[in-house]
């Protein structure tokens, strides 16, 4: 299992990005997709769920700005980032979860500052 995070940067507060993990090594149509995030001193958190039907689930936090989607047949699931504000600078890891077995990738950086 692979997974592969990118589109992380450097954005100004109000800004936007796109996220995206590109998965191999399973079969992406069962795997629920989570993006987490890790702030400095913070514990990891769960930003967005998509499962392997399409629902999805946000915290609280990122409800109305973030947008979590997955395409199966790029095997890649995305977040986008909408109205980022300083509080959202983290470490995003996305994370697979194939029967109850968890499954990470490394992580892409996320910086939101004037």
């Known amino acids: 299992v692979q997974l592969q995070a990118s589109g992380g940067g450097l954005v100004q507060p109000g800004g936007s990005l796109r996220l995206s993990c590109a998965a191999s090594?399973?079969?992406?149509?069962?795997?629920?997709m989570n993006w987490y995030r890790q702030a400095p001193g913070k514990q990891r958190e769960l930003v967005a769920t998509?499962?392997?039907?399409?629902?999805?689930v946000y915290q609280d936090s990122v409800k109305g700005r973030f947008t979590i989607s997955r395409d199966g047949a790029k095997n890649t699931a995305y977040l986008e980032m909408n109205s980022l504000k300083p509080e959202d600078t983290a470490v995003y890891y996305c994370?697979?979860?194939?029967?109850?077995?968890?499954?990470w990738g490394q992580g892409t950086q996320v910086t939101v500052s004037s």
């Open positions: 998509i499962t392997s039907v399409g629902n999805t």
């Open positions: 090594g399973f079969i992406f149509s069962i795997a629920h």
């Open positions: 994370n697979a979860v194939i029967v109850a077995l968890y499954y």
